[in-house]
Structures are given as structure tokens and as C-alpha cells.
């Protein structure tokens, strides 16, 4: 199967560690993987994919995971690695480009300095993450048209769906996170998220393993003080005071019982009728009272 040392592998595996533990940890994301995208019904046959690619640990987990699926034929789909150069100072232009050449990753590279306009349009001493990430999923979505994609695929992972539930809890009040897949607001291509099982650390183990050329996500200095940094912290806490905790978690997002939350327009509360029983009904499952001597 996946580890059959006789069988071809994808160059994005070529050299992988031969321990039990790796093989262990790449089986089990590979199989996470794949369980969420049938499991969310992202495979449309003969489609192509835009595979979003920022150099982190988690972007090179999901293209080296994707592709080994397709390459043992259970993904059949059409593969286009995309970066978005944003002209973030210091990013390392030539990094992405060569390795995905060197891997015979077809990919396209794209050039637009969302980060003067982040620089000009946000108040000195916030954050650039909202604004540059609004910017950066509106490129996308105009590459992926060019491109006759129909979905844009990202790197997000558990820890990022939820974190991003706890914010929202937190600061937004509401009961939200990221979707394993949705439509964007056009209505014209769909948002898949395959690592939604995968958990943050396995990817990090995993891209560590491989030795990919990681490109850190704070380059243009704005993470301080973040908020998702803070409910990562708080997780972390509840992580290591009892372990296991996060999965919990992840599992209660995909058990959600309207009826026992507070919103009308998902559970008709006001509808609601109680069985109104004849006294008989009660008489006959009240028992006979006994005397006491």
C-alpha cells in the first residue's frame, strides 16, 4: 500500500525518513486526509485544483499529501501549486519556484504587493492579518478563473479550525469557525480545507522530516499580540492538563445539537408542544402507596 517499499512514490516523498514513527505519522495524515475529503464530498471528477502554497509547514504537508494521492490514483483530480508573492519584505522569492521545479510540481507564481496596501490602509500598532488575508483570498479566487480551477484549496488544519471557533466565541459572539469546504460569495468555486482532521503538530513533525524549505509567516513583523495567538496559548493550557482535549473538541464540532443551544432561527423553540396526558396515564404508572407499620 502506501508504504511498499517496491512501489513508486511521488519526488515530493523522495527521501523520506525510514523510521516506523515517520511511516506511522505520514499514514496517519495521508488517511486523515483522506477521510475528510470524502467525508465533506470535495471530489469532483476531471477538475482541476488550486493548491495554495505559502512555504509554511502546513502548505507543504497538504501539497506533498495531495499529490502522493493522486500519484496512487485516489484523487482525480488536476493539481496547479499556486504562491502568492505579496512583496512582504525579506520573502524569499526564489525558494517556492525552485523547489516545486526541482519536485516537477506544475505551479504557477504570482506577483501582486498587497503589502503596500496593507502598510497604507492599517493603523500604526494593528495588525496587517485581516486586510491581508482579504487581499490574498481575492487573488486567489481571480487566479483559480484564469486558471479554469474549480476549487481553492488551502493548508488549514484542526488547531486552525479551532482556534478559530474559540475567537469567534470569544471576541465575535458566535458559534462559527472554518469549514472543512464552502462556496465563496460569487457562488462559483468551492474552498476545501483537506487537512481539517490533521493536527497542527503532525504537520510540523512531518514538513520537520522532510526538510522542506520553510518560510516563516512573520515576515512582515504584525504577529505580536495577535488573538489567535492567545487562544492558541489557551488551548496549549487545556492541551497539556489533559491531553486529548483538542480532538474532543474537534469531535463536538461535528455533533452540534440545535436543540440544546440558544438559536431560534436554527431550532424552533417557539414551536415547541408538551404532550398534555389524561389522568389515567398518570394512574397507571403511579404505584400503590403501602402503609408503613
Given amino acids: ?23 506511522k505519522l505520514r499514514k496517519r495524515i495521508v488517511r486523515e486526509t483522506r477521510e ?16 495554495c502554497l505559502s512555504g509554511g509547514k502546513d502548505s ?8 502522493e494521492l493522486k500519484w496512487r490514483g485516489l484523487l482525480p483530480v488536476e493539481l496547479l501549486a499556486c504562491n502568492l508573492d505579496q512583496g512582504q519584505p ?3 522569492a526564489t525558494v517556492l519556484p525552485e523547489f516545486l521545479e526541482r519536485m516537477g510540481v506544475p505551479h504557477r507564481i504570482e506577483y501582486q ?49 479551532l482556534e478559530t ?26 474552498v476545501y480545507r483537506p487537512l481539517s482532521f490533521v493536527a497542527e ?12 524549505p520553510i518560510i516563516p509567516c512573520d515576515l512582515c513583523g504584525s504577529q505580536d499580540g495577535l488573538q489567535r495567538q492567545q487562544v492558541k496559548q489557551i488551548l496549549d493550557q487545556w492541551e497539556r492538563n489533559a491531553p486529548g482535549r483538542r480532538q474532543v473538541m474537534f469531535r463536538a464540532l461535528m455533533n452540534a445539537r440545535p436543540s440544546h443551544l440558544c438559536d431560534p432561527s436554527l431550532f ?26
Fill in 165 to 190: 471557533f474559540f475567537m469567534n466565541l470569544f471576541h465575535g459572539g458566535r458559534l462559527a469557525t472554518m469549514p472543512p469546504k464552502l462556496v465563496n460569495e460569487e457562488g462559483d468555486l468551492f
Fill in 90 to 92: 525579506g520573502f524569499p
Fill in 268 to 293: 424552533d423553540f417557539a414551536g415547541l408542544e408538551r404532550r398534555v396526558a389524561d389522568e389515567a396515564d398518570f394512574s397507571e404508572n403511579i404505584p400503590e402507596l403501602r402503609s408503613r407499620d
Fill in 36 to 51: 475528510a475529503i470524502e467525508k465533506y464530498g470535495m471530489i469532483e471528477r476531471d477538475t482541476k485544483w488550486l493548491v
Fill in 201 to 212: 503538530d503532525d504537520c510540523e513533525k512531518f514538513a520537520n522530516a522532510m526538510n522542506y
Fill in 113 to 161: 504587493d498587497t503589502y503596500s496596501v496593507v502598510k497604507e490602509k492599517v493603523p500604526a500598532g494593528r495588525t496587517y492579518c485581516a486586510l491581508c488575508s482579504r487581499l490574498r483570498r481575492g487573488n486567489l479566487y481571480r487566479i483559480a478563473r484564469e486558471e479554469g480551477c474549480s476549487a481553492v484549496v488551502l493548508g488549514h488544519h484542526r488547531d486552525d479550525i
Fill in 60 to 67: 507543504y504537508t497538504l501539497l506533498a499529501v495531495l499529490h
Fill in 1 to 23: 500500500m502506501l508504504d511498499d517499499e517496491d512501489s513508486p512514490i511521488h519526488p515530493l516523498f523522495a527521501g523520506a525518513p525510514s523510521t516506523t514513527e515517520f511511516k
